[in-house]
């Protein structure tokens, strides 16, 4: 089923006196099925920021438009915004925006609170959330007493509480070390495997191998694309570095 279409999606911000333009999206349409787990890539300037912004709620495009699961972003009213974005999406940033005055389980719970939910319902969501990603003994703690990783999993299970339509990763490993990034990327494959619908957008050819899909952006359109099928994680980092190194060449990918 598909839970997500951008259907010629387009922006164009303009300079504040009106004397230039720049076109950051020039007409990008794909479709997410909901279980998926896809990875856009691409140059910076290339546009996947503006997109991801887009799809967050968080910018409006200049024309196409964005369906989540039926429904038109471009539909829901200035006032719903912040309701919807808690409602439908999962974030998961690369400086992991944690409140360091409150404790990781306090962090986690965060959207449910502001969505009035009951303590006994908090706690409920919680556990299993928590166990499966292994911070269960660290929930009390505060952000600035657990290493990089630790925080990535805290904020992974605070874009996973909500039970959300689609987690929007923006450059997840981006903030981490090597190992942390290799078991953060185990930890979307597992939240993958048991459902949950995955959109990264991300510089790092080893975090978008572990995806089932990648989309390349290029001057603001989708210009290429990749499929897992049978390749494993190796041998579809191969696929994603040569389709790189043609697009910093700028040649066709076949």
């Given at each position: 089923m598909e839970i997500l279409k951008v259907s010629d999606l387009k922006k164009t911000y303009t300079s504040r006196m009106g004397g230039s333009q720049v076109q950051a999206l020039k007409g990008v349409t794909f479709s997410v099925e909901e279980g998926e787990y896809v990875a856009i890539m691409g140059e910076s300037g290339s546009g996947k920021t503006t997109l991801l912004n887009i799809l967050a709620a968080l910018d409006k495009p200049t024309g196409g438009s964005v369906m989540l699961d039926e429904k038109n972003l471009a539909e829901v009213k200035d006032s719903a915004l912040a309701?919807?974005?808690?409602?439908?999406?999962?974030?998961?940033?690369?400086e992991f925006n944690l409140l360091d005055t409150f404790s990781l389980r306090d962090n986690i719970l965060l959207p449910l609170v502001l969505s009035g939910k009951s303590v006994a319902e908090m706690k409920e969501k919680l556990a299993p959330i928590a166990a499966s990603l292994g911070i269960e003994k660290i929930l009390d703690?505060?952000?600035?007493?657990?290493?990089?990783?630790?925080?990535q999993r805290a904020a992974a299970a605070r874009a996973l509480i909500t039970h959300p339509k689609i987690i929007l990763a923006d450059e997840p490993t981006g903030a981490l070390d090597s190992q942390s990034s290799s078991d953060l990327l185990r930890v979307f494959e597992q939240m993958n495997r048991d459902g949950q619908t995955i959109l990264m957008v991300t510089h790092s050819t080893d975090a978008a191998s572990h995806a089932n899909r990648v989309l390349f952006i290029r001057d603001g359109v989708v210009f290429h694309q990749i499929y897992r099928g049978d390749c494993t994680n190796e041998q579809l980092y191969q696929k994603i570095s040569d389709t790189l190194t043609m697009l910093r060449k700028g040649g066709e990918v076949r």
């Open positions: 309701s919807f974005r808690r409602e439908n999406l999962g974030f998961v940033f690369q703690k505060y952000p600035y007493e657990v290493s990089g990783g630790q925080k």
